[in-house]
């Protein structure tokens, strides 16, 4: 059933992704997780029916979506495999440093990559900064009338097949994270190269690399915002990043109760019985059923609040921890409801198990989201 309470243009695309998921995700998830080849076929499939870059705006040639429809979509993707949905996602998340700070060369130039099929990469993460993003240590500096990017970045998510991608890197490193400056760089930058390629626990086929910059020269106009500005721009992008990881995370949690319930209906006791007769199991079913809607409005009420221009940090912050604690929590209930099978990697329990640890980490680790919060709380 699409949801009802979804403007009719979000329900034609919860249906359309709906359907996308049915053919092309589902079917594939399972042999992509074994060999973790990256899905380039799913970008393919999702061109053909104009998801591969949700948030592009109509007038640089994407379809413009609202957030409120671009996360239905998201869930979705989520609820057939989060590896495919963190790929397919991440064309929005580098999106979002643009679409907050760039001027309309430089969507023109970064858009223009993404609408004509491209991939999009982000990068801010490094060896020595991750929760800490304030200690960035790739430097930026301007020579004449380009800047000379040189660093490591690592956890780069697509970065192996990104056309372009918004790297963070210090343009005054004495200032620490007022220091950090955003900047567009292409693929083809001489002295950008690709490192080490991670092998994960969950979301195998979504690449994940290490991004080696030595030299690498870039126009003095690919600097997004002004000096100064990229933790501003990339706690930003976050905001809005993270809320799009609890729609998959919403999804998961999803996945794992409809095996959950469908396993339990099935399956018969000792006497005959079907598991789900018994009220320990029926409850279990109910609780996850109230974590996973409560989930989802948690996140619905984000986007709400961005499309109704109000702030909504901390409401993101909220929706990521419970969502993707839930997708965890959720997840692991239904293996343990299944039994043996839920731990064999026949059954897809066991994936979402392992799929969902990553959404408590990346965009922030939920310990980082508690931070956010009680900040919110605390410092006002
Ligand atoms: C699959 C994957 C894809 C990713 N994709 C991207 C990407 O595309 N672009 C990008 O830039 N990054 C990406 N990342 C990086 C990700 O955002 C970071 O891993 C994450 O922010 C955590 O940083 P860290 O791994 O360095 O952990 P650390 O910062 O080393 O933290 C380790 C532990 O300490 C805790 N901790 C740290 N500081 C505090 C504190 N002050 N108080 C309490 N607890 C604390 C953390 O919560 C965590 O549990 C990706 C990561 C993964 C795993």
């Known amino acids: 059933m699409v949801d009802k309470s979804l403007t009719v243009e979000q329900q034609r695309l919860q249906q359309l992704a709906r359907d996308f998921t049915k053919q092309h995700i589902i079917p594939a998830a399972g042999e992509y997780d074994k060999t973790g080849e990256f899905p380039m076929f799913i970008f393919e499939e999702a061109k053909k029916v104009g998801l591969n870059c949700m948030a592009v705006p109509a007038e640089y040639g994407g379809p413009g979506y609202d957030s409120v429809a671009q996360s239905v979509v998201v869930e979705e993707w989520g609820y057939g495999c989060a590896a ?157 990043g993270r809320p799009m990881v609890a729609s998959i995370g919403v999804g998961i949690a999803q996945r794992a109760l409809d095996e959950a319930i469908s396993y339990v209906k099935e399956r018969l006791d000792i006497n005959g019985k079907p598991l789900a007769a018994h009220q320990a199991v029926a409850f279990k079913i109910a609780d996850m059923q109230i974590q996973v809607e409560a989930a989802r409005q948690l996140v619905r009420n984000v986007f709400r609040l961005k499309e109704a221009g109000l702030p909504y940090t901390k409401e993101a912050a909220i929706a990521k921890t419970f969502a993707t604690d839930t997708a965890m929590q959720v997840a692991a209930t239904a293996v343990g409801l299944m039994g043996s099978f839920g731990y064999s990697q026949d059954s897809i329990v066991e994936k979402l198990m392992r799929d969902a640890k990553v959404t408590q980490i990346y965009e922030g680790t939920n310990q980082v989201q508690r931070i956010v919060i009680s900040g919110h709380l605390l410092r006002s």
């Open 84 to 240: 495919f949905a963190t790929t397919l996602n991440g064309n929005g998340l580098s999106a979002y440093p643009v679409i907050i700070a760039g001027n309309a060369e430089q969507k023109k130039l970064f858009f223009g990559r993404l609408v004509s099929g491209g991939l999009g990469g982000f990068a801010l993460t490094e060896p020595g900064a991750g929760s800490d993003a304030g200690a960035v240590s790739t430097i930026a500096k301007l020579d004449g009338d380009e800047w000379v990017l040189n660093g490591t970045k690592c956890f780069a998510t697509t970065c192996g097949y990104a056309d372009i991608m918004v790297i963070i890197a210090s343009t005054d490193p004495g200032k620490k994270a007022k220091g950090l400056s955003a900047f567009v760089v292409e693929k083809e930058r001489e002295g950008l190269t690709v490192g080490a390629v991670e092998h994960k626990m969950g979301i195998r086929s979504s690449n994940t690399v290490e991004l080696l910059l030595k030299n690498v020269r870039i126009p003095k106009g690919h600097l997004l915002g002004k000096e100064g500005e990229g933790m501003k721009i990339a706690m930003k992008t976050l905001d809005l």
